[in-house]
């Protein structure tokens, strides 16, 4: 027997309109008694016995109980009273046959799709008890069952989970700092977890199922659900976040056709944190999923991905909270450079752009990357980025902290650097030996004292004439620079005497008579 189950409510309304139509079409088709076959039911005149009318009406109450008959099977045909009924959502699925279970999943979806208030713990207790028994009954149907959903469930369960994780975030504190500022500050819950760790798992496993066609479901995960979805990557729970790096990363796989717009949407996320708010709790969670995504880029790579790498992820070294993502960070850039090796010079030149001055955490961060993108470095991309590379190194040896400058030394470790290093030392030597030769004199750490000392022992035993060489002028430059801080002392002391009524003497080759001078001094 045929089922018929309304789409739509306007569906449902149209048919239960055409019922009386329909019934009196099939009442009309029916076979009807003549007269002449009944004479005594039909004419009054002959009026006959009572057995006969006895008769005669029994025959009349057989002829209408056949049509009531008849109207019933073809009515139960078209409208089965079965099929319209709406199954109690309570119901077990054991309970029920194959027939039913959709029309049964429907109605449990139907009952999650109302969400609660979990701030009050004392509020609806047996309906959110009742609820959560519901969700684990549909998240064990949909994980044995290895039926193929039909459009309607698709929609319910699209629904149910859009109703319930789909939700505005409670405002953030501005007098908070960022997230991962504060390694003591605790992670907040949500407290309707126990209600939304279900609903994410229903989702998973409704977009991991093998029977899942995507060119149907995609009509339910459309633009709009994958924008609503990407907007909770912001929340605070870091158990959601994690549920939801799993659910976009099988959406990102499955759904070819949303692919770029995902790109896209992920993008105009980090663009808003980077220039805008520089406040996201997901940016770590997002670039996980596209080291993976990366890793998959198709080669020569597209304009579009570059256009990624200059203008989303190298520009995330900007913000303050770049800790809290550096990790994930480096892994893209270095998928990145592993799939086209030209891009390097291009990544360090953006790091240099944004390398920290007074920070000393975010110098050890990019020193680590820095290490990383050299070892995968091209002679000839190396000699492009050297001499920015090494001024910006330089600063960084002879720095007051000693962790950075320790870290700065340890390149000198990495046997592809250290080749790099020697083969250009005519360029490399000249730019680092003024700090090299500050810290083997004053530098107040021994170990950064001792790795100095190494270093320039691996200049000596390469080339000692151009360790001679810039030993000299080294010399000369700390000369000059005597000569020239002299000079500031002399002119200081004459401002002095200025200002505490005396003459002024002038230093330079000018001759003017002192008033004049002391005139321009004032004036000034």
């Known amino acids: 027997m045929s089922i018929f189950v309304p789409e739509s409510p306007g569906l449902l309304l149209a048919a239960n309109s055409t019922i009386p139509t329909m019934l009196k079409q099939i009442l009309a088709k029916l076979p009807r008694k003549s007269s002449k076959s009944n004479p005594t039911y039909s004419d009054g005149s002959n009026a006959a016995t009572d057995s006969g009318n006895n008769g005669s009406f029994t025959n009349t109450c057989n002829v209408i109980s056949s049509r009531l008959n008849v109207v019933k099977k073809m009515s139960s045909s078209i409208f089965p009273t079965s099929g319209g009924e709406m199954i109690q959502p309570h119901i077990p699925f054991k309970d029920v046959q194959s027939s039913d279970k959709p029309r049964l999943l429907i109605s449990k979806l139907n009952l999650c799709s109302n969400v609660y208030d979990f701030d009050d713990q004392d509020k609806d207790n047996a309906e959110k008890d009742l609820k959560r028994q519901v969700l684990v009954e549909i998240l064990d149907f949909i994980v044995s069952e290895s039926t193929k959903l039909a459009e309607p469930a698709m929609s319910a369960i699209c629904k149910m989970c859009g109703d319930n994780l789909f939700r505005e975030f409670p405002p953030k504190n501005s007098a908070r700092s960022p997230r991962g500022e504060t390694e003591d500050e605790d992670p907040w819950f949500d407290p309707a977890w126990s209600h939304l760790q279900l609903v994410y798992e229903i989702l998973l496993r409704f977009v991991s199922l093998s029977s899942l066609d995507p060119k149907i479901a995609k009509q339910f995960i459309d633009h709009s659900f994958l924008s609503r979805l990407l907007n909770l990557f912001d929340s605070e729970d870091p158990r959601e976040r994690e549920c939801l790096k799993s659910v976009l990363h099988r959406i990102y796989g499955k759904f070819m056709v949303h692919r770029p717009f ?92 944004y390398w920290p001055v007074t920070s000393s955490q975010k110098q050890l961060m990019f020193l680590s990357e820095l290490e990383e993108l050299l070892e995968l470095i091209r002679s000839d991309e190396f000699e492009k980025v050297m001499v920015p590379l090494f001024q910006r190194i330089s600063c960084c040896l002879d720095s007051y902290h000693f962790q950075v400058a320790e870290r700065a030394h340890f390149l000198w470790n990495n046997e592809h650097i250290h080749h790099l290093i020697m083969c250009n030392r005519q360029v490399i030597m000249p730019i680092v030996f003024s700090s090299l030769q500050r810290n083997s004199k004053n530098h107040w750490n021994r170990t950064v004292f001792n790795l100095t000392q190494n270093v320039m022992k691996m200049f000596h035993e390469v080339d000692e004439p151009l360790v001679v060489s810039c030993q000299g002028k080294f010399e000369e430059d700390t000369s000059a620079t005597a000569a020239v801080v002299e000079r500031r002392r002399l002119t200081w002391e004459q401002l002095e005497k200025v200002a505490g009524g005396g003459g002024f003497e002038p230093v330079s080759v000018l001759e003017k008579p002192a008033v004049a001078a002391t005139a321009c001094v004032v004036s000034c």
Do not use: D, W
């Not at 805008?276 to 198709?298: D, M, Q, R, W, Y």
């Open 262 to 353: 995902i790109r896209t949407a992920v993008s105009n996320i980090i663009y808003r944190f980077v220039f805008e708010t520089e406040k996201h709790n997901g940016i770590a969670e997002l670039l996980e999923i596209f080291g993976s995504v990366i890793s998959g880029f198709a080669l020569p790579l597209k304009k579009e991905h570059k256009t990624f790498l200059s203008r989303a992820l190298i520009p995330l070294h900007k913000p303050k909270s770049v800790g809290m993502y550096h990790h994930q960070l480096t892994y893209c850039i270095v998928q990145f450079i592993e799939k086209e090796p030209k891009l390097t010079s291009v990544v360090i030149n953006g790091l240099l752009k």
